[in-house]
C-alpha cells in the first residue's frame, strides 16, 4: 500500500472515530441539556423528535448552560475518542500515555474552549438556536485536532 492510500485508510479511520465520539458527545449535550442544566429552546431538534419538555429561560441562562453541558460532554467524548484513537486509528508511545493522554485532553480542550465560546456567544449575541450553535463546536473541533494529533502527540 502507498503513503498516499495509507494516509486515506487513516482519516477515514479518524473519520469514523470521531463520528463515534461526536455522536456520544451529542448525546450526553443532549441528556444534561434536558436535565441537568436546562439549555433547550422548542425548535431544537431534539425537543421536537423526542417530544421533550423544557423549562423557559433567557438566552443568558440557556448560554451559561449549554456551555456547562458541553463541557460535561467534552470530559466524556474526549475519553472515547481517545480510546479509539489509540486503539484504530494512530500508534502510540511517542510519549508515556498519562502524558499522551494529557496532550491529547489538552489540544481537545483548547478546540472545545474555542468553539464553546463562539456557542455562547452565539446564543447570548444573536439568539441562535441551540442545535445550530452547538454544531459551530463540532466543526471548530475537527478542524483542529487531526493535524495536532497525527503529527505531535502519536506516532503518525
Not at 453541558?69 to 474526549?78: D, E, H, P, Q, T
Not at 475519553?79 to 498519562?98: D, E, P, Q, R, S
Amino acid at each position: 500500500m502507498n503513503i498516499d492510500s495509507a494516509a486515506l485508510i487513516q482519516f477515514i479511520k479518524y473519520g469514523l472515530a470521531g463520528g463515534l465520539a461526536t455522536v456520544v458527545h451529542i448525546t450526553i449535550f443532549h441528556l444534561v441539556a434536558w436535565r441537568i442544566f436546562p439549555a433547550l429552546q422548542e425548535k431544537d431538534l431534539a425537543v421536537r423528535f423526542f417530544k421533550l419538555t423544557i423549562p423557559d429561560m433567557t438566552d443568558v441562562t440557556r448560554a451559561r448552560n449549554s456551555m456547562i453541558c458541553n463541557f460535561v460532554a467534552f470530559l466524556i467524548s474526549n475519553m472515547v475518542a481517545y480510546i479509539t484513537n489509540i486503539l484504530w486509528v494512530f500508534k502510540g508511545g511517542k510519549y508515556h500515555f498519562i502524558i499522551e493522554i494529557l496532550l491529547f485532553y489538552a489540544v481537545s480542550a483548547i478546540s472545545v474552549f474555542l468553539g464553546t465560546l463562539l456557542m455562547g456567544v452565539l446564543i447570548k449575541r444573536f439568539g441562535i438556536l441551540t442545535t445550530y450553535a452547538f454544531g459551530s463546536n463540532i466543526v471548530t473541533a475537527v478542524m483542529i485536532n487531526y493535524a495536532v494529533r497525527k503529527f505531535f502527540i502519536f506516532n503518525g
